[in-house]
């Protein structure tokens, strides 16, 4: 499927046949390391989000809910707003990984939903913009722990 007729990642996990369970059954190779030696560096974790943080191209890693409770899937977006200070939401664009690379991420130009600000898992660091063979590509300076519906 081209990325420009995927599905949203809001389509994809709704909207999906396939159960949560077989989907968890399928985690990918990179959610089977172990995340031990992860560098809290990463990000800024959660006890230091706060709305003032939250601008137009600040990168987030964010928590996508499932039908069942307590499983949900995690992903990278962008800010195109701030925080709505009525309602908690912020326009956000995703990014998917490419191949399994948990360092390098695509931009999914028609991926834009709002999401609430307690769906922020943390702040990440910017990524460096590359572009590859007339593509544009989303390079982090470390692993980022993404867990995407295929």
Same mark, same amino acid.
């Given at each position: 499927?081209?990325s420009?007729?995927?599905?949203?990642? =809001?389509?994809? $996990?709704?909207?999906?046949? !396939?159960?949560? %369970?077989? @989907?968890l059954?399928? *985690?990918s +190779?990179r959610?089977?390391?172990?995340?031990?030696?992860?560098d809290a560096s990463?990000?800024?974790?959660?006890?230091?989000?706060?709305?003032?943080l939250?601008?137009?191209?600040?990168?987030?890693?964010?928590?996508?809910?499932?039908?069942k409770?307590?499983i949900? =899937?995690?992903? $990278?977006?962008?800010?195109q !707003?701030?925080v %709505?200070? @009525?309602?908690?939401? *912020?326009? +956000?664009?995703?990014?998917?990984?490419?191949r399994?690379?948990?360092?390098?991420?695509?931009?999914?130009?028609?991926?834009?939903?709002?999401i609430?600000?307690?769906?922020?898992?943390?702040?990440i660091p910017?990524?460096?913009?590359?572009?590859?063979?007339n593509?544009?590509y989303?390079?982090?300076?470390r692993?980022?722990?993404?867990?995407?519906?295929?």
């Amino acid at each position: 499927m081209a990325s420009n007729d995927r599905p949203s990642i =809001y389509k994809t $996990v709704y909207n999906s046949s !396939s159960s949560d %369970d077989e @989907d968890l059954m399928t *985690i990918s +190779v990179r959610q089977q390391k172990d995340t031990s030696n992860v560098d809290a560096s990463t990000s800024y974790g959660k006890e230091s989000v706060h709305i003032n943080l939250i601008s137009p191209g600040t990168y987030l890693l964010i928590k996508v809910p499932t039908q069942k409770a307590n499983i949900y =899937y995690r992903y $990278v977006a962008t800010c195109q !707003s701030g925080v %709505d200070h @009525d309602d908690g939401e *912020i326009l +956000v664009t995703f990014l998917r990984s490419v191949r399994n690379n948990t360092r390098k991420f695509k931009l999914e130009v028609k991926d834009v939903s709002y999401i609430n600000f307690d769906q922020i898992i943390s702040i990440i660091p910017t990524p460096v913009l590359k572009k590859e063979h007339n593509r544009e590509y989303y390079y982090f300076d470390r692993d980022i722990d993404v867990y995407e519906k295929n």
